[in-house]
């Protein structure tokens, strides 16, 4: 049987599917009623941050369950992520987070973008006053400490480009476990998976089916003519064969549904298997950076501006 879980550089396993906390609406109730299944339906692996707003709900459907015996802490596996705003601090967030969650330890803490905000600023889309000055060493430096503290079980980095994974590596004591990063068939990531490759940093995708439904999003990727005709030939769903395009490539997904039944038709993605036409189809499809192509560059005061490099690298 396969596994589905992938070893770190750091020595502890990830499970390949994760799930997705962050809905634009962030109703609590809803949150941990679709938490709750997933853990019925087998996922493992749960991703929040503290600008989702989600850490909550997370920690309380989580704990429920395992107080209830449903589930031991050390069978799931938990993702936060560090905020901008408070990259001078990394300590003192991540014992917030801790504390939002009501747990120990998270499995894993991410630096959610290279991109350092005043204190004050906690919108997703900060103002143009509120950037501030990246200092990547620092940043790193306390998210060393952290796992020195045994506040997380692992570190890592998200939405972070080729150029960034090696300037961090430069003076990194603690190399980055995860680079969680969007990407579906439609954009594929290749230099960043190879460059992440060769430094033994597991990719980890977000938005893997271009987050269809969302206004950030598209749905592109489930309506893509190869996709939909690469499932019908294996009788599954546009959605199942995106997220295996993934798996197969040797990332982990997370995807987000808070829907009973897309919830289920996403984990069945794990017994789908793609052959080397299939493959090739969609290495072949054009690329179309959907999320931050799109909604973020147009936004002259987003975050996102001053990860161009992420979207700019070579594919
Ligand atoms: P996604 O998982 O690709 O797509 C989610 C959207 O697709 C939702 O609107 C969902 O609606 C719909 N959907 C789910 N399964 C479907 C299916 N089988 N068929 C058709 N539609 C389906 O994108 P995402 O929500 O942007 O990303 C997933 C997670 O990644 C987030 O929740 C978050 O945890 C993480 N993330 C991280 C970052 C970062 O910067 N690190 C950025 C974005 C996202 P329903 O709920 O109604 O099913």
Known sequence: ?????????CGITIPILGFGTYSYENDRQTTEQAIQTALQMGYRHFDTAKIYGSEEAVGNALGEAIESGVIGREDIFV?????????????????????????????????????????????AVPDEQDFDELDLEGTWAGMERCLEMGLCRAIGVSNFSSTKIQQLLQFASVPPAVNQVEMHPMWRQRKLRQICGENRIHVSAYSPLGAPGSFWGSPDVVNNP?????????????????????????????VKSFNYERMKENMGALDLRLDDNDMLAIERMVERKIMRGDFLVNQTTSPYKSIQDLWDDEI
């Open 79 to 123: 993702t936060s992520k560090l905020w901008g705003s408070d990259h001078h601090d990394p300590v003192s967030a991540l014992k917030q987070t801790l504390m939002k969650l009501g747990m120990e330890y998270v499995d894993m803490y991410l630096v959610h973008w290279p991109v350092k905000l005043k204190p004050w600023a906690c919108s």
């Open 1 to 9: 049987m396969r596994s589905n879980n992938i070893r770190l550089n």
């Open 226 to 254: 190869i996709i939909k005709s690469i499932a019908i030939k294996h009788r599954a769903t546009p959605a199942q064969v995106a997220l295996r395009w993934g798996l197969s490539k040797g990332t982990s997904a997370i």
